[in-house]
């Protein structure tokens, strides 16, 4: 089973930056969309960012205008650049990679990331 592996979160205050990554390892051949979700405490997981092949982008309504997500093909990575956070950022974000592996095409999930934005 292909497993994500993210990196970047942790703790930081409102107003700050952060970025996460995510890498896809070996045993995906090809990829389509590659993005990133987020999930506060008890609520369900929402859209924050995705990005198409040749780098189209698609942003949730809450992060619009301060995240930036992208992506580097050769190297099979997607980031997502965190900028004036806010306390309501709070959350899980999940990376979420459409891959190409021996099992054919699929929805892969990252175990996630904690992100904490303090006030």
């Known amino acids: 089973q292909v497993q994500l592996v993210e990196s970047g979160g942790g703790l930081v205050q409102a107003g700050g930056s952060l970025t996460l990554s995510c890498a896809v390892p070996e045993g995906v051949s090809d990829i389509r969309d590659m993005g990133w979700y987020h999930q506060a405490p008890g609520k369900l997981r929402e859209l924050v960012a995705t990005t198409t092949y040749i780098g189209t982008t698609n942003y949730g309504d809450r992060v619009e205008g301060r995240f930036t997500v992208s992506r580097d093909n050769a190297k099979k990575t997607v980031s997502l650049q965190m900028n004036s956070l806010k306390p309501d950022d709070t959350g899980v974000y999940y990376c979420?990679?459409?891959?190409?592996?021996?099992?054919?095409?699929?929805?892969?999930w990252g175990r996630g990331i904690q992100v904490t934005v303090s006030s």
């Open positions: 979420m990679v459409d891959a190409f592996s021996h099992i054919g095409w699929s929805l892969v």
